[in-house]
């Protein structure tokens, strides 16, 4: 496995994970900083390993991991990807800014894509990672459901 390859696998744990952190109010400013910096690590990995820095690489492979997974033709899922990267950045950048609409709209977008990411588009050992990740969450929000602070 090369270095490359090696941080494209990851790097992704600790996004997740500090974004899951963000979600439960755990130092949100800062988990979202954090978990966005190991995302970009990620995603430029990705880029570098996956792609060799080429778009319409990233279309087809995407093209195909929906394919193989849902079983349906979507090309547009390299966009919610790009869209996704933009918005963790955004949320990132100004969260002790954003109203708290904006915040549960982000919070909901990154628990769907992350979970669909995580879960659902991975695979052996990753599923399970990340499944025990979403639910450590589920765990935490139902023990301390109510509680502000």
Known sequence: MSPSELILRVAI???????LAATRGWRPTASWR????????????????AYRWSHSAAVADNVRQVRETLGIEFGAGIWVNYAFSLGWMLAALTWPKLVPLARRVWIAVFLFIAFQGTVVFAHGHG??????????AAVHAWRFRGRTG
């Open 13 to 19: 744990w600790p996004a997740v994970a500090f974004g």
């Open 34 to 49: 954090v978990g966005a910096l190991f995302y970009a690590v990620h995603v430029a990995a990705a880029f570098h390993h």
């Open 127 to 136: 599923r399970w990672i990340g499944l025990a990740l979403f639910l450590a």
